[in-house]
């Protein structure tokens, strides 16, 4: 089912909440009626004014769109009022039209203008080859993919293409610019065999000056991928991505000591698990097997070493790890603060 999902932030309550969204279908123009209270639902077509059902514009019994029978398309305009409560609120909206644009949603406050929308997603079924085949697989069409025919499409040219086209074009400098490193080699020897006066093989970052001569790479520019990271934009090599991509993968443990001068221990541990299962594969819980791991390694450790704060960090933080991948088979990030008092 299509669904609208949506966030609002609102500062008082008992305000209300206008949704204005129109949905293209398919080419015209002519007929317009009523498909229900607060919905306008218009139908451009060819065909004569009245001649279209509305129904047949609605998906079959097995979410079928027949629209490609109909001669045009279709444009609905919906309207809901909603209340909202003081604070955060999350709205869902469902029966959304399948092909929706979600550029013409519009939420307008009729009370208070500092009601404002946080966050808006539009939920639907994403097309892949998988879903296609089964929407069509037991109707009378052949279905080709590249499991059962010897099928590819590529949107780089053959070798005599580009040759054509540098017939055509016959270019005096020649910069190849896309595919991958092999690619834009052959492609610039290419372009030299055919007898192009001026070929520059660059790479991301060198910038090229084309006029006036000589036309060659003149220096480099920052490049790579930038990513928006709330409020920032970094780079995406930043370590807290890398960070970020373990602590979703592994989970992460915090453990907090306390040990006095002779490296005893004054309370029992602190221990936090995040993103890490409750119990193993036989039903053992994973926290009081840590508990055990830390409580051991503490005791096994000889006094002397218990004194030095990273000494015992170090060992905890092996511990830990150890006692959860024999459990759990991954190894999480792990903190051990040692306090001494």
């Known amino acids: 089912m299509n669904g609208l999902n949506v966030r609002f932030w609102k500062r008082i309550g008992g305000m209300g909440m206008a949704c204005v969204a129109m949905a293209a279908m398919g080419t015209t123009a002519i007929a317009a009626e009523d498909a229900g209270p607060s919905t306008a639902l218009t139908i451009y077509s060819s065909a004569q004014p009245g001649a279209i059902p509305p129904e047949l514009y609605k998906p079959d019994e097995f979410g079928n769109q027949n629209r490609g029978d109909l001669p045009g398309y279709a444009f609905v305009k919906q309207e809901r009022q909603i209340d909202l409560k003081q604070g955060r609120s999350s709205v869902r909206f469902t029966d959304v039209a399948s092909e929706i644009d979600p550029t013409t949603v519009a939420f307008v406050s009729l009370a208070d203008p500092a009601t404002r929308v946080l966050e808006q997603n539009y939920q639907f079924d994403l097309v892949s080859a998988a879903k296609l085949m089964e929407r069509y697989i037991d109707q009378n069409i052949t279905v080709i993919t590249d499991r059962t025919h010897l099928v590819h499409v590529s949107g780089h040219p053959r070798r005599d293409e580009l040759a054509e086209l540098i017939g055509w074009i016959r270019p005096q400098v020649l910069v190849p610019v896309h595919g ?34 000589p036309a060659e790479i003149v220096d480099e520019v920052p490049h790579g991928r930038l990513y928006k990271d709330g409020s920032l934009i970094v780079e995406s090599e930043s370590r807290s991505f890398s960070e970020r991509r373990r602590l979703s993968f592994s989970g992460f443990v915090t453990v907090a000591l306390a040990i006095n001068e002779k490296g005893a221990l004054m ?45 015992v960090a170090e060992a905890v933080r092996r511990a830990v790890r150890a006692a959860i991948t024999s459990h759990w088979g991954k190894k999480p990030l792990c903190h051990v603060h040692v306090l001494t008092v």
């Open 267 to 311: 309370a029992d541990p602190e221990i936090e698990l995040l993103g890490i299962p409750e119990k193993g594969a036989r039903g053992e819980v994973i926290a009081e097997a840590v508990a055990e791991a830390v409580l051991a390694t503490v005791e096994t450790l000889p006094r002397p070493r218990r004194r030095d704060p990273d000494t």
């Open 180 to 213: 991958e490193p092999l690619h834009l080699s052959e492609h610039a020897a290419l372009a030299r065999s055919l007898g192009v006066p001026r070929v520059i093989e660059c790479r991301n970052g060198d910038l090229v000056r084309l006029a006036p001569d």
